[in-house]
T-cell receptor, first 113, second 113 residues
Framework: GAVVSQHPSRVICKSGTSVKIECRSL??????MFWYRQFPKKSLMLMATSNEGSKATYEQGVEKDKFLINHASLTLSTLTVTSAHPEDSSFYIC?????????FGPGTRLTVL | GESVGLHLPTLSVQEGDNSIINCAYS??????FIWYKQESGKGPQFIIDIRSNMDKRQGQRVTVLLNKTVKHLSLQIAATQPGDSAVYFCAERGEDSSYKLIFGSGTRLLVRP
């Protein structure tokens, strides 16, 4: 149990376009989901905390207008990278909380050309 | 501020030997700690956790030790196998009630055949 999926697993886009990444908890309801960003050979950096039905809470230094987060249901949160640029290329990982535990998705590799 | 760090960025061990991965944390108010394993191109995978009211917890082939006096956390892997090769992260839950996790910088474990 406690499976989290992400879609797509890999995406390549042109600079200036927007990309949407989905995070789903498949077998449980998650009131809170988290979005992380990970650069090569680096640790996970929390971007924002997403609560169902309310606005996301962004970490310091993360642009909320650039990284739009929507948490419309207890099983789905989406991250939209708007007007993507090459520096947005990264590995984006979501997690969904079930009580105190967080279960992580497999990640989405974003490459912006 | 809150921070979690690791002493060794890379650890190389012989197959069959025991591995010890260390982590230091700075927030004495943290009450929950987790070890994650991350294979290349994948999301973090839960290994074992421990609450601050415990000193030791054992799982299958893994043991986590918590020393609150020196704010040190370690992961011991018994009889290390090639499949254990990955990057290992410790994480601590922040002192607020948001269930946010603060990740350490990671240790790469290489298992020599």
């Amino acid at each position: 149990g406690a499976v989290v999926s992400q879609h797509p697993s890999r995406v390549i886009c042109k600079s200036g376009t927007s990309v949407k990444i989905e995070c789903r908890s498949l077998d449980f309801q998650a009131t809170t989901m988290f979005w992380y960003r990970q650069f090569p050979k680096k640790s996970l950096m929390l971007m924002a905390t997403s609560n169902e039905g309310s606005k996301a809470t962004y970490e310091q230094g993360v642009e909320k207008d650039k990284f739009l987060i929507n948490h419309a249901s207890l099983t789905l949160s989406t991250l939209t990278v708007t007007s993507a640029h090459p520096e947005d290329s990264s590995f984006y990982i979501c997690s969904a909380s079930l009580g105190v535990e967080q279960f992580f998705g497999p990640g989405t590799r974003l490459t912006v050309l | 501020g809150e921070s979690v760090g690791l002493h060794l960025p890379t650890l190389s061990v012989q197959e069959g030997d025991n591995s010890i991965i260390n982590c230091a944390y700075s927030n004495s108010a943290s009450d929950y700690f987790i070890w994650y394993k991350q294979e290349s191109g994948k999301g973090p995978q839960f290994i074992i956790d421990i609450r601050s009211n415990m000193d030791k917890r054992q799982g299958q082939r893994v043991t986590v030790l918590l020393n609150k006096t020196v704010k040190h956390l370690s992961l011991q892997i018994a009889a290390t196998q090639p499949g254990d090769s990955a990057v290992y992260f410790c994480a601590e839950r922040g002192e607020d009630s948001s269930y946010k996790l603060i990740f350490g910088s990671g240790t790469r474990l290489l298992v020599r055949p």
